[in-house]
C-alpha cells in the first residue's frame, strides 16, 4: 500500500502516513466494542495471572500492533518511524504513568474498586493510594493486566477524538482566529468529557452484572460529577496527540520526543486531578 493515492481531507490528516493508520484505527472500534462483549458474557474477568494478562494483549496487539505492522511492511517508511508505532508507543507509555498513579486517585477520590479474586500479581505505586497492608482487602489493587486493558481503551478514545477535533478545525477555518481558537477549545473540551463520562456509562450499561470484577462505590455520582474529572486526562492529552505527525511538510517526532511528550502528559494530568482532588477535599 503507498501514499500516492492520499487526498486531503477534512476529517483525517493530510500526513498520508497518519491518515491511513487514523481509518485503521477507527476500524478498531468495532472489534474492541465487540471483545468486551463478548469477555463479558463468558465471564473470563474471573481469571489467574496468565489469562487475565493474555485476554488483554489479544485486545491489543493483534488489531493495533500486529496488522498495521503486516500491512504497512511494504509502505516505504520504517515501522519504527510509522504512525501507527508512534501511536501506540504513546498511547502505552502515558496509560503506564495514569495506570499506575492515577488509578489511586481513582480509588480514593471517585470510589472505583477492583476485584480479581484470582489474581495475585499487582503493579501499583507505593506511596499514592491507601495503605498497602489494606489495600488488597478494600479491593483498591492494579493487577498488570489494566495496563494493557487500558492502552487499548485509550487508543479508541485518542483515535476517535482526534478525527472530530480535526473535523471542527477544518469547517471553522474561515470564521476568525477568536472564532476558531473557540470552537477548538470547544470540542477538545466536549470530546474530553464525552470520553470521561461514556467509559463509565457505557461500560457499565455493557456490563451491569460486572459488580464483582469492577465498580463504583456510588456509580450515579461518578457519572453526573465523576467524569468531568476523569476529563482532565484527555483536555491534556487529546491535543498532544492530534499533533504527532500531523502535517506531511513538517518533521517527523522521533521516538524520544514520543516518549518525552507521554510522559509530560502523564506529569501535567497527575498536577491537574491532584489540584482537584483539593478541590472536592479528597472524595466526591
Known sequence: ??????????????????????????????????????????????????????????????????????????????????????????????????????????????????????????????????????????????????????TAFFMVYHASAVVAMRAVRSFTTGLGEFAGKFAWAGIVALTAIFWAWGETAFYFQLAPNDGANVWYEDLPKMIAHGSWFYSLYFIVSFPIVYRLDERREAERWPLSRVVIEACAVGMVTLLFIDLATWYVGGKL
Not at 469477555?39 to 500486529?66: D, E, H, K, S
Not at 497492608?133 to 479491593?139: D, E, F, G, K, N
Request: hydrophobic fraction near 50%; proline fraction near 7%.
Open 1 to 150: 500500500m503507498t501514499d500516492s493515492t492520499a487526498r486531503p481531507s477534512r476529517f483525517f490528516s493530510d500526513n498520508p502516513d497518519k491518515a491511513w493508520a487514523e481509518k485503521l484505527f477507527l476500524g478498531f472500534i468495532p472489534v474492541w466494542f465487540a471483545f468486551n462483549v463478548v469477555v463479558q458474557a463468558m465471564g473470563w474477568l474471573n481469571t489467574g495471572n496468565f489469562w487475565n494478562i493474555t485476554q488483554n494483549l489479544l485486545m491489543w496487539i493483534p488489531y493495533c500492533v500486529l496488522l498495521p505492522a503486516f500491512l504497512r511492511r511494504n509502505s516505504g517508511i520504517p515501522w519504527h518511524q510509522s504512525y501507527w508505532f508512534k501511536f501506540n508507543l504513546f498511547i502505552f507509555v502515558w496509560t503506564f504513568f495514569a495506570t499506575y498513579f492515577h488509578t489511586e486517585y481513582f480509588f480514593q477520590v471517585l470510589g472505583m474498586r477492583y476485584r480479581f479474586p484470582e489474581v495475585t500479581l499487582y503493579l501499583d505505586s507505593a506511596l499514592c493510594g491507601p495503605d498497602e497492608i489494606s489495600a488488597l482487602a478494600t479491593h483498591q489493587k492494579i493487577p498488570p493486566s489494566m495496563y494493557l486493558n487500558a
